[in-house]
């Protein structure tokens, strides 16, 4: 579903992504970790069709994101790190504007926009202006908004800031749930216990460059540590790179 193939971005000053490659099957859950300024957030604004890559190629179910990136859109929907929102409209107005913008069928749109709300615990707030919502709210609006469409690959960079407890274990249960119905879905996270927990891979990034990815198995062997948990494996790579 997702296939970045030597993708660099260079603004000349910096390369904040060199010559990644990786792959993320359908029913996949890949989690993406690194330090700050390692590169995550621009690669998913590559994925998304923000920004260009300066070389390589983002193929997104068999489409070439450069040569056709309307069609290649259509298929996923994105959750940034700084979400805008249109804090005057009600819940449900902004799920209606996001399905217009994605021309979601007019018919379905309505129990497409309840069955969300209800999913992610807004339908009480759902007549209310998005500006009286909590950042918790707000954040799990957003994801709902980006599944608006019903997307085969679901790409997320830090889904779980400012959520409470109950809502980070019901947004991994929409993921896994989502997963089990074959979307793929991309997440970078700084939460090392909850890529640990949800991810079937995890790829390790820094300054740029991809240092390991694999199942929790391969990156203990990457990093020549035995069972240890994410974070200290994470901490080795990074500290050998």
């Known amino acids: 579903m997702i296939d970045l193939i030597n993708i660099t971005k260079d603004y000349g000053t910096t390369i904040a992504v060199n010559n990644l490659n990786l792959h993320v099957a359908s029913g996949d859950i890949y989690g993406f970790i690194g330090p700050n300024g390692a590169g995550k957030t621009t690669t998913i604004r590559m994925m998304g069709g923000i920004i260009e890559p300066s070389s390589g190629s983002i193929?997104?179910?068999?489409?070439?994101?450069?040569?056709?990136?309307?069609?290649?859109?259509?298929?996923?929907?994105?959750?940034?790190?700084?979400?805008?929102?249109?804090?005057?409209?009600?819940?449900?107005?902004?799920?209606?504007?996001?399905?217009?913008?994605?021309?979601?069928?007019?018919?379905?749109?309505?129990?497409?926009?309840?069955?969300?709300?209800?999913?992610?615990?807004?339908?009480?707030?759902?007549?209310?202006?998005?500006?009286?919502?909590?950042?918790?709210?707000?954040?799990?609006?957003?994801?709902?908004?980006?599944?608006?469409?019903?997307?085969?690959?679901?790409?997320?960079?830090?889904?779980?800031?400012?959520?409470?407890?109950?809502?980070?274990?019901?947004?991994?249960?929409?993921?896994?749930?989502?997963a089990s119905k074959n979307v793929a879905i991309f997440v970078s996270t700084h939460t090392l216990s909850i890529a640990e927990d949800m991810c079937d891979r995890i790829g390790v990034i820094h300054k740029g460059n991809l240092v390991a990815q694999g199942t929790m198995d391969e990156l203990n062997s990457a990093a020549q540590t035995q069972k240890a948990r994410l974070e200290e494996v994470f901490l080795t790579l990074i500290h050998e790179a």
């Open 59 to 178: 193929i997104i179910d068999g489409i070439d994101m450069k040569e056709n990136p309307v069609a290649a859109k259509k298929i996923i929907g994105v959750v940034p790190d700084r979400p805008f929102l249109y804090e005057k409209l009600t819940g449900a107005e902004f799920l209606k504007f996001i399905a217009d913008i994605y021309e979601v069928d007019a018919k379905s749109v309505r129990q497409r926009s309840d069955d969300l709300l209800r999913q992610f615990a807004l339908w009480d707030w759902a007549n209310e202006i998005i500006e009286a919502y909590s950042h918790g709210m707000k954040q799990r609006l957003i994801i709902a908004a980006a599944l608006m469409h019903d997307p085969k690959i679901l790409v997320v960079d830090e889904p779980m800031v400012g959520l409470d407890p109950s809502a980070v274990r019901m947004v991994k249960d929409i993921f896994k749930d989502l």
